[in-house]
């Protein structure tokens, strides 16, 4: 079914809503309750057909410390809800869906109660009812609906047999480190269940599986290995269903991720990190290749952007671009004949979670900026994109929420530096405020407007009175390939130098208080804060999540290494490789200099950032008299996922950062506190507000 272009303008401008009258009252900022009960949305999507959409919702469950996600489907005639109801079994919510070409069903991955492998379910919206499709030996992961809705391919291991799945479940046998059992693809008749073997990759490994629009074959990129680095040596191939063999469509020495065959079928694309030469280490670029050619064409390779995302226009003459450019990320189309890139949407905020679907052109996704976690917006390129959701609504009148803005200072060596500034709650000219600069994670990436990241907790911050400052530094995404490429041959070239020439910035604009001072990170902002406790005083506290402190060993525990590796020419055992390099960036070797008090946190079974970098780091921070404390969470990985934690991290931040600024004694805030404290204000938001009306006017 098409949408005019008419219909769907004339129902989007319904989509509008009015603000609600002011509150005569200042509202107050945010705690650290009120940030982690945020809820947040996420994969929107138009389904094929336009007669629905769907989002996820993450909420914050405080009685099972956990946030739980849950599937919202919608009408887009008027709006309204369909209830799902959960198969008999299966207590937590329904939380992702991939439509059927129809659009009138959709699958699941499920793991019921009594069986701890996730299986496909079948949910028809007419009939509200799940249908259980497979009973496969192993869990099953990324459908993929062939185009005519009869058959459904996935990804799953071979079943083991019932003596070695016992073994394995009482635990008498141990299986080798770095050595996971391959993926075959699948696939199940909707009619018969049936369910056969289609391929096993080429190269050993499945790592991703697409359908072509005629339904005749399938896109596979395979490697050789199961870990993260042995994806660079995969490739992508084409499976012809009828004919059961595989042609080769590259052959290079990269990564191609993301990859999708034009509707025609006359070419392919993919996302890489390399130039046009396929020589490593650059933004994640756009490749476009046609079907038999050895040689892919790089896409905008003058243009500073990274490609978070794309898909074929319905004409294979273009596609689709989400690209970051620093601050911001928006959505573009690229004409492939003219070579024009044309930017469909404009502001300061992020596009994140985007699809396209063809068959109506509706682009869905959600929309993020100072004034709310995100939205999702609905549209096409001849109407334009309006929210569907106020899921947020309200929020800026319940709260009192920072502003943001891009600033941009010089570097040492000239090169031009921007960041995002956030000034405190209730900030007035002329006041100069503590600073809190954090640096992004990564170090592939960017920090951006919105911000709303749970390791910052920027609202909780500027309502405690402190303004925060988050650089994009050398070494980032969505400044070009010379920018990001700073760190090949050493991580801290000018990464830290920039960082720092921020902080000096919004001292002699008379923003910042010289005197309190305080930088934190996680992940690559970890790497970062270890560094510069290590070089300067000028802070008065830290805190230093998930953070290197010693690279060799980082180089060798880590799960990955592959883009770690330009960064200091050569892996660690490799003949010839200079450890005075590894050295000289490792903020252990200089953890005596230290004298700012610091704070360290890690996840127990953080595999990216291993716990043994906090605990070398923090131990060398003590041997040199400074106060620090070292939290390792149980069982955590490389974010924290507990709620409590998330909350303890923020309490015990604003408690460290409030004792060393000599700043006012900060109070910790506790779940019961918060829902005692904010009820009457909840529930009246509760009466005025109910469902229906976090959704935007009818849509369509």
Known sequence: MSLSAFRLALILSCACVSASAMAQTTPPPMNAIDFLSLEKLSEPQAAPGGRYYSFEVSTAD??????????????????????????????????????????????????????????????TVATGEFRRLTDHGASISSPVWAPDGETIY????????????????????????????????????????????????????????????????LLISSAPGPLIDDRQAGELWRYDLAERNFSQLTWNTHSESSAQLSPDGARFAYIATVNAAGEPYYEDNLFVQRVGARQAELILP????????????????????LGNTGLRTQLYHYDLSSRRLNALTSGDHVISDWSFDPDTGLHSFIRTDASTPGEMYLGTTETGFQPVTRWHGGLGERFALPAQQAVSWSAEDGQRIEGLLVRPVGYETGDVFPLITIVHGGPRSSSQFGAWNTSRAIPVLTGQGYGVLLPNHRGGTGYGDAFMRDMVGGYFTHADTDVLAGVDAMVVRGLADPERLI??????????????????????????????????????ESDTRFNRTPWFSAAPWQEGADPSVYQAHSPLWNAWKVTTPTLFFVGESDERVPPTQSIMMHRGVQAAGVDTRLYVAPDQPHNYRRLSYQLFKINTELSWFAEHADLPEYRPVLPEQASMEHAGADNEEASDEGVEDRAAASPF
């Not at 009138?104 to 949910?123: I, K, P, S, W």
């Not at 008749?189 to 697409?210: F, I, K, M």
């Open 62 to 123: 405080w009685g099972k410390n956990r946030r739980d996600t849950a599937l919202h489907i919608r009408r887009l005639t008027d709006n309204s809800d369909i209830t799902i109801t959960l198969p008999e079994g299966e207590d937590d919510p329904v939380d992702n869906a991939v439509w059927s070409p129809r659009g009138d069903a959709f699958v699941t991955e499920m793991e019921l109660e009594d069986d701890d492998r996730e299986q496909l379910y079948l949910y």
């Open 154 to 217: 996935f990804r799953a291991e071979e079943p083991l047999s019932e003596t070695e799945s016992w073994l394995r479940r009482k635990r008498w046998v141990l299986t080798a480190y770095d050595v996971d059992e391959p993926d075959l693809v699948w696939s199940v008749s909707l009619e018969t269940g049936e369910v056969q073997p289609v391929l096993a990759a080429p190269d050993g490994y499945v790592r991703g599986l697409s359908i072509s629009a005629d339904g005749q074959s």
């Open 302 to 321: 003058d243009l500073a952007m990274e490609v978070a995302d794309f898909a074929w226009d319905a004409t294979s003459t273009g596609v689709f671009i």
């Open 519 to 556: 930088i934190m990170g996680w992940s690559a902002g970890g790497h970062m804060t270890n560094r510069l406790i290590t070089v300067t005083d000028r802070f008065i506290a830290a805190s230093s999540g998930a953070g290197a402190s010693d690279w060799v060993s980082m180089y060798g």
